[in-house]
């Protein structure tokens, strides 16, 4: 099984995997120019995550370690967030009952979330958690599961 792991926490490393560190870049924002959908279809005309892409859609699961800023992702998890759209086709679809970008691959990875940091309410943390599962819903991952980063501590028996 192929994994690849985006990060922002530094002190967390998985052995043999494709690791892409957040805290070590800074990630451009989509400017919206629809490149990736019509002058180079699947690829973003800034070429810094032309590597992430190809790692990211051959991975049978993506491993985030995201911090919480504000109660919300941080603006390079967002920025990566929404320089995923090449990995999409440009028309709509409407068969979920949604509007949904039609795949363009036929295989996208499952998806473990974990997060670090404090909510100030519960219901914070419940709309955060709607939030990551609504994300990659839209990106078509089969599994998705979100949990704060003490279980993936405590599921693999590693500490922080």
């Known amino acids: 099984m192929k994994t690849i792991v985006i990060k922002e926490c530094t002190d967390i490393s998985i052995e043999n995997t494709f690791t892409f560190d957040l805290s070590k870049i800074t990630i451009a924002h989509c400017v919206g120019c629809w490149s990736c959908w019509w002058k180079t279809p699947g690829k973003c005309v800034f070429k810094d995550l032309n590597e992430f892409y190809h790692e990211y859609i051959t991975a049978d699961k993506a491993i985030y370690f995201s911090k919480i800023t504000k109660g919300f992702v941080s ?3 967002k920025n990566i967030f929404d320089r995923m759209i ?3 086709l ?5 068969k979920t009952g949604e509007s949904m970008h039609v795949k363009r691959y036929d295989k996208y990875p499952d998806i ?25 819903y839209q990106f078509y991952a089969k599994n998705i599961s979100v949990m704060p980063i003490e279980k993936f501590c405590i599921n693999r028996g590693k500490e922080i």
């Open 112 to 136: 473990e979330f974990y997060y670090d940091g404090q909510f100030k309410t519960a219901n914070g943390r419940e709309i955060f958690e709607q939030y990551i599962n609504r994300v990659f």
């Open 75 to 77: 603006a390079n998890l």
């Open 90 to 94: 440009p028309y709509t679809t409407y």
């Open 86 to 88: 090449p990995l999409y």
